[in-house]
């Protein structure tokens, strides 16, 4: 299975991205999907989580990012609002199951102050 992250790029403070997690096959079928982001010099961490339709999201980003999946186009996806320079990190998609779970390789988002 082959993960696709697309999306990030260099904003302001205050801006916005979207980011992008095409995978090459359904992901009906997998119980969680999820964002995490690593900063540099710093330990990979949860961003968000989408299960069945319910979300999950670290305190730091809540109310500012949305997580959300698309079934027909085997996407997942991580809306960004009111970007902070703290939010400057390598953004992962990871999708996962009792029995199987894959990342993609990352898109750098930096945030400028």
């Known amino acids: 299975v082959q993960l696709q992250a697309s999306g990030g790029g260099l904003v302001q403070t205050g801006g916005s991205l979207r980011l992008s997690c095409s995978v090459s096959?359904?992901?009906?079928?997998?119980?969680?999907m999820g964002w995490y982001r690593q900063a540099p010099g710093k330990q990979r961490e949860l961003v968000a989580t989408?299960?069945?339709?319910?979300?999950n999201y670290r305190d730091s980003v809540k109310g500012r990012f949305t997580i959300s999946g698309d079934n027909v186009k085997n996407t997942i996806y991580l809306e960004m609002n009111d970007l902070k320079p703290e939010d400057t990190a390598v953004y992962y998609c990871?999708?996962?199951?009792?029995?199987?779970?894959?990342w993609g390789q990352g898109t750098l988002v930096t945030v400028s102050s």
């Open positions: 989408i299960n069945s339709g319910s979300t």
């Open positions: 096959r359904s992901i009906s079928g997998f119980n969680f």
């Open positions: 990871h999708i996962w199951s009792h029995t199987e779970n894959y």
